[in-house]
């Protein structure tokens, strides 16, 4: 289908699951305010209008959105209509959210079609019931409460003005939302478990009830060029097939070399085309070698990225400014970035696959009270549909559910925080076998994680240098541990990832509240000699496979990054690549 070119994000926001039959319905929507939580007591879904026009998919606290109202808002409501395409007469309409937080309510025509907890993560309703003839008239609610500690805030400010780490709120819609027609038999989703050594895919397929009996057929390609196809009966709704390979295209960091795949469904003359991809690698972790990519030593130069924007606060204004943030983080010498505190959109992702980018995927956990166990009920299933989602992805090379989870008082302590973090490990683990898990990045020890995370703040070089000189005998004396001794309780056996570090304050700004790490730095030299001393610390020490510089960019008044908000570079890119591409010891 031709995408309109008039509307906002206009792109199609899966490339790892598209059908020609979709509709985007970014744009001008019907947008109130309801404080008093209202909304659905009082039926507003069957109100002929609303009181404001927002453009979706901006939250109404950006400035894209067309409103900049950055106060608290308990619950929002959109409303728009809309006529399907002809070609999507005769099959199932599924609507479609990137993304919208926190509690959402859908109603199409007055009538419900589904309800949705989770600010971050996608979902879908299959609304063909409830269409009419002509208009069809779409109505959502969106019940937000981001001091409730019941819910995934990241760094959304639970004060009215933000400060510190956190920052501008987001309420509601703030990812694409679209319309999709499928056959009744078609493909839900599916995982890719590529083999390097064969070579081959396995794929596990996902399809609708009403393919049973019907026919799975999945083609794998590579350039245009046909690399293996796999045939089966659908007995099931899920569906196993492996495809050997004609040809192996390793993807690699630097090089996102992808194989596409067409997804074929066919019952009673009916057929259901759908089309993703995959990337042939293997990820694996271990002290002695570090981070191995197909097998091959590669030390891992992160940088944290918080995916937030001057105009669109945590949605990308457009798909090429998700494009240049990786290519300009590759510039200056990085081959991944820690995704901080956010789910990313499913578009990231894509242009990491194909550029070659290692990520890491996290929870937006900060704002959870993970002290009540019972909270779990919320976190769980939100954090898995992320690692459903993104499972596919090649650029993923590592999940963390758990940053810095500190405590309300700011005290230590164990107990329900502790076997809440162990289960969503495991749970995780038990997800995805493929990749490694940080359980708790840089905070609570726990059993249970495959790295050791340590964040260290420390800007004086040679101070910094002597936190991890004694590694090799299970000895970290990075300031988090200073500061909570029970907290980062060093696990000699495991493979140590500084995650965070730098973060060396450039203020550009003359915004009093303006911050970055330490002292900040007078002239340029000053500040290269600061940020090659302390990286070449973690380069040179060959006990660590990974770092992590904070950060990208400058976000409002936190104004440590290598860029400003508005993604002007600091320092020339390749001053930074003259630092961090230098030979890791672990690599050598």
């Known amino acids: 289908m031709e995408i309109l070119r008039n509307i906002p994000r206009a792109e199609h926001p899966r490339p790892d699951a598209m059908r020609e039959c979709w509709l985007n319905l970014n744009?001008?929507?019907?947008?109130?305010?309801?404080?008093?939580?209202?909304?659905?007591?009082?039926?507003?879904?069957?109100?002929a209008a609303l009181d404001e026009k927002i453009t979706v998919p901006f939250s109404p606290e950006s400035a894209l959105s067309g409103l900049g109202y950055t106060d608290f808002m308990n619950a929002v409501c959109y409303r728009r209509t809309?006529?399907?395409?002809?070609?999507?007469?005769?099959?199932?309409?599924?609507?479609?959210?990137?993304?919208c937080d926190y509690e959402t309510t859908v109603f199409v025509n007055e009538k419900k079609v589904g309800t949705h907890k989770g600010g971050y993560t996608s979902f879908s309703f299959d609304i063909t019931d409830a269409l009419a003839e002509g208009e069809n008239v779409l109505f959502v609610y969106a019940f937000d409460d981001v001091r409730s500690g019941r819910q995934f805030a990241g760094k959304q400010s639970p004060a009215f003005t933000p400060s510190g780490c956190l920052y501008t709120r987001t309420t509601g819609i703030w990812q694409t939302v679209w319309l999709e027609a499928r056959a009744a038999a078609h493909v839900s989703s599916y995982r890719a478990f590529p083999n390097i050594h064969t070579p081959s895919v396995g794929l596990q397929v996902l399809v609708s009830p009403a393919s049973l009996g019907g026919t799975l057929t999945v083609t794998a390609s590579y350039e245009g060029k046909v690399m293996g196809k796999a045939c089966s009966v659908i007995a099931s709704t899920a569906v196993s097939v492996d495809i050997v390979l004609a040809e192996a295209h390793l993807w690699e960091p630097g090089e996102g070399r992808l194989y596409d795949l067409a997804f074929t469904v066919e019952k009673d003359g009916a057929r259901d085309e759908m089309q993703g991809y995959f990337g042939l690698r293997e990820v694996a972790l271990t002290k002695e070698k570090g981070l191995q990519i197909n097998g091959k030593t590669i030390f891992g130069r992160f940088v944290l990225d918080q995916g937030y924007y001057p105009d669109g606060i945590i949605t990308a204004p457009s798909d090429e400014d998700l494009v240049r943030d990786i290519e300009v983080s590759m510039a200056c010498g990085f081959n991944g970035a820690r995704l901080h505190q956010k789910v990313f959109e499913v578009r990231y992702l894509y242009h990491a696959d194909r550029l070659g980018y290692m990520v890491w995927g996290e929870a937006g956990n900060w704002g959870f009270d993970y002290t009540t166990f019972d909270n779990l009920q919320n976190f769980l299933p939100e954090w898995l549909e992320e690692v459903e989602r993104d499972f596919s992805h090649p650029a993923i090379i590592g999940w963390c559910p758990f940053n810095e989870t500190w405590d309300k008082n700011g005290k230590d302590y164990r107990g329900h925080s502790n076997a809440l973090i162990d289960l969503v490990y495991?749970?995780?683990?038990?997800?995805?076998?493929?990749?490694?898990?940080?359980?708790?990045s840089g905070s609570l020890p726990t059993n249970r994680t495959d790295v050791h995370d340590v964040h260290d703040y420390e800007q004086d070089p040679t101070v910094f240098r002597t936190h991890y000189e004694r590694l090799a005998e299970g000895v970290c004396l990075d300031t988090l541990a200073r500061r909570f001794p029970t907290r980062q309780v060093t696990k000699s056996y495991l493979p140590v990832f500084v995650s965070e570090y730098g973060g060396i304050g450039w203020v550009m700004s003359d915004d009093e509240t303006a911050w970055g790490y330490g002292e900040s730095v007078k002239t340029e030299e000053e500040y290269f000699a600061r940020l090659e001393g302390l990286t070449d610390a973690l380069l040179e020490n060959e006990q660590i496979f990974a770092l992590c510089y904070t950060q990208l960019t400058d976000v409002e008044h936190e104004q440590n990054g290598i860029m400003t908000y508005d993604r002007r570079m600091k320092f020339p890119a390749e001053k930074y690549r003259r630092i961090f591409t230098k030979k890791a010891a672990i690599e050598k």
């Open 426 to 440: 495991d749970a995780t683990k038990a997800m995805d076998k493929t990749r490694p898990v940080v359980a708790n």
């Open 27 to 47: 744009g001008e929507w019907e947008f109130e305010i309801d404080n008093a939580v209202v909304g659905l007591d009082k039926h507003y879904e069957r109100r």
């Open 82 to 99: 809309f006529t399907l395409p002809e070609g999507f007469a005769g099959k199932r309409t599924f609507l479609h959210f990137g993304a």
